[in-house]
C-alpha cells in the first residue's frame, strides 16, 4: 500500500472525507445510538467518550502512514450520516455503521464500493468482513458489493461477555487469494453454513 492515508473520494450521492474535531458530536450521534451499534462490542456512552475516541482512533489513525477511515457524508448537504473503513494489516477488515434514518438506502453499500476500490488501486490483495450472525442485513450490505461468504466461526467477545457466532466474507481485490483462514484457525469451533438468511 502506498504512502496515501484516507484522501477524499467521492461517489454518485456521497463524500467520503477524514473526520475532524468538529464531527465530535455526529460521532457520539452515530456510535452511541443503541440501533447502530446493536452488534458492536462497544458504545459511546457521553460526548467526552465521543472526543476521547476521535483522539485515540481517527486522529491517532490520521498521523500514521497510511490508513482508511471515512466519515460518510451526503453530497448534498454535508451532513455525517456514517462511517466506513478498513484496517490496511491482514485482514483487511471492512467495518462501517451508518444511523438508523439512512438505513436500506444504499448508501454504506455506495461508500463500501468506492473504499474498496481504492483499496485495490492501493494494491491490497483482499478485504475481509465479519458479522453476527443475529445480524444478517449486515452481511446483505457485504453481498452487495461482491464479497461473499466464507465460513462461521464462534469467538467470545470480552466487551459484552458473550459468546458471537460470525460469518467472515471476503473480497478478492487483486486476483485469487485463497480464504484468509486466521479466524478459522483461532477459534476451535466453526463451521460452513449453507443457508444464509
Known amino acids: 500500500m502506498s504512502e496515501a492515508n484516507t484522501p477524499r473520494l ?3 450521492r456521497l463524500i467520503l472525507r477524514r473526520f475532524t474535531p468538529e464531527d465530535i458530536p455526529a460521532i457520539y ?3 452511541g445510538d443503541p440501533k447502530v451499534n446493536e452488534f458492536v462490542p462497544f458504545r459511546l456512552g457521553s460526548p467526552e467518550d465521543a472526543r476521547r475516541f476521535y483522539e485515540e482512533h481517527y486522529a491517532e489513525a490520521y498521523r500514521k502512514p497510511r490508513g482508511c477511515a471515512y466519515a460518510i457524508c451526503l453530497k ?3 451532513q455525517v450520516i456514517g462511517y466506513i473503513g478498513a484496517a490496511t494489516d491482514e485482514p483487511y477488515d471492512l467495518g462501517y455503521g451508518l444511523r438508523p434514518e439512512f438505513w436500506r438506502q444504499g448508501y454504506v453499500s455506495e461508500a463500501a464500493r468506492a473504499v474498496t476500490e481504492w483499496l485495490k488501486e492501493q494494491g491490497l490483495p483482499y478485504v475481509t468482513a465479519t458479522h453476527d450472525v443475529e445480524n444478517p442485513r449486515s452481511g446483505r ?3 452487495a458489493i461482491g464479497m461473499t461468504y466464507r465460513y462461521t466461526y464462534h469467538e467470545h467477545w470480552e466487551a459484552g461477555d458473550r ?3 460470525f460469518r467472515l466474507y471476503q473480497l478478492d481485490l487483486n ?4 480464504t484468509y483462514m486466521g ?3 483461532k477459534y476451535p469451533e466453526h463451521r460452513i453454513e449453507e443457508n444464509l438468511d
Open 163 to 165: 459468546w458471537v457466532w
Open 175 to 178: 486476483g485469487k487469494n485463497g
Open 29 to 31: 450521534e452515530i456510535l
Open 141 to 143: 450490505v457485504m453481498r
Open 10 to 12: 467521492e461517489t454518485e
Open 183 to 185: 479466524y478459522w484457525d
Open 76 to 78: 448534498e448537504s454535508g
